[in-house]
């Protein structure tokens, strides 16, 4: 049944009737129409073409979530509000923009898009912006709100724990994400993201920090993974840094009144 329920909405998702889908998966409209009332199943060779049609998974097409997919609680926020975390960008865009303005079509990736505020910021202001989440409803917002925009991005979906880049970029950005990269992957990880970052480029980065005089946040996830302060910068040592900064500020999530601590990194890497 959970199939049966996500065609449908994945298929409302996409504006697609019944008779659409049918044509571009090469079916009857009887044949969907009995899938998403779970009285057939699709042919399992046809699983891939509609995790292709509507970009998810096909784990994500079946409803299964592994305990490393639960990670993306966000799935639900995303699907409950209408912008989780609001339309307007993170107060590091603009001092990327005031480094990096755009002059030129600067390339730039935000890992860890969510429903794409800072992705879509960017673009609108001339940069060619690819951005990932792992989260499909958050890039299904996300891409709504470049379509608004009238702007063009490369949002895919992937994982960051696996994901490695192939291609350089001008800008490396992530607001709000690292605390889910596990301490043994960062070496690996920071470094592909170093060496896929042009020369004269910058990487915009943060990361939630534990202090002692911090009480532990109560609604901290369970895959959060603790960072030392100053950790972030660490990676980037031999790089000049334009901010290297730790910011305290409160927090209301879940009602209880508590504090974060960040750490906040924009480096350039000199040729
Ligand atoms: C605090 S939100 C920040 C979203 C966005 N950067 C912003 O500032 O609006 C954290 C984001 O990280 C994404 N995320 C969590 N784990 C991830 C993973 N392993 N790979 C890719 N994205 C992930 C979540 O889906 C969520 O959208």
Known sequence: MLLAENLTRLRKQH????????????VTFQAVSKWETGQTLPDIALLPVLAGIFEVSIDALLGYLTSQNKISEYESRYREQEYYWGT???????????????????????????EGKDAVFFARNGYVVSAFDIAD????????????????????KANLLDYRLQSDFDIIFSSGVFHYIKPELRDELLKNYRDHTKNEGIC??????????????????PSDTVWRSGELCGYFSDWYFHRSEQVVFDCNSSGIPHQHCMDVLIARKLG
Not at 205 to 221: H, R, S, T
């Open 204 to 221: 915009a980065l943060n990361v939630f920090v534990q202090k002692p005089f911090i009480a532990p946040p109560p609604d901290g996830e």
């Open 88 to 114: 307007a960008p993170s107060e590091m865009c603009y001092e990327v923009m005031k480094l990096k303005p755009p002059v030129r079509s600067w390339t730039l990736l935000d890992i860890g898009c969510g």
């Open 137 to 156: 409803e958050g890039l299904h917002k996300a891409k709504q709100l470049a379509a608004a925009s009238n702007v063009k991005i490369n949002f895919f």
């Open 15 to 26: 504006r697609m009737t019944q008779e659409q889908l049918a044509v571009q998966v090469g």
